[in-house]
């Protein structure tokens, strides 16, 4: 928005909920009304005049039905409303008798000698009266600033979650871009070496997450290398324990770095010096960089 403060019209049709269509502008002026005490303030009047139309039946019955379906869904807005229609029935209804009962003095004659008292009575309930209403608007108003304080927290603990979680969001989002799955199931004694697994290695990736399935038991700790074809010195290399399922079948998982990897064919060989595990093991796979 660009001003600090948008104008009525816009904060009537938000309360509204006629901004549902437009995410963003909804989001934004929810996120001030937070933080803006001018806007908040404006709020809570729109709300009041909203609220004035509804009792008055001055509404279009398109902003009826707007305000039986979305504005009177939080609960510290029906409060509002019951408690306008509680005042606005005191007033008339105290209103008549209070007139009524001064004509009824002013003009029965054959009473003139009680009425003083009467009247000195009436004014007294009328005082009392006017008291109590005073005292129960400040205890509305009281409650209804509370409701107003808890919201405001309520709406900025949502703001800090939605922030939270879209930076949880985009760290994950980053997190998947950099790294690349590779899963490979049968070494080159096994498989078909014209049909080799083939991963794609954007500019954005840093790391390739390795399973390598391994057959059998495995009888230890496993030297791994990761070799280039035709090349004589390892890309990569590490010692690494093996995972072991509940039902016995071992993996290797763990993930190296894409620095050095260029487009070709590549091999982890695994190998051990432990007896049962026989010769080492040629994982291939192709790799192709990304432009």
Known sequence: MKSDVPDRGLVREYLLGRLDHKTELEEQLSHEICFNDDLSQMVESVEEEIIEDFLDG???PADKDAVDG???QPPERKEKLRFARLLRHHFEQRHDPVN???????STNA???YRPAN?????FRTYGELAALLLLTVVGLIYISGIRKNQARLERQLAQEREQSTTVAKESQVAQASMVALTLVSDRSRGDSTQIPHIEIRPSAQRIAVDIALPGRSPGPLDVMLEARGKNQPVWAGHL???????????LVFDVPVQGIRSDVYSFVVSSSLPGFGRPKHYDFRVTLAQ
């Open 58 to 60: 001055r509404l279009d």
């Open 70 to 72: 979305y504005f009177l």
């Open 100 to 106: 009524t009962r001064r004509e009824t003095f002013d």
């Open 111 to 113: 009473r003139f000698d």
């Open 119 to 123: 009247i000195g009575r009436s004014h």
């Open 241 to 251: 324990l093996p995972v072991v399922s509940a039902s016995g079948d071992a993996r």
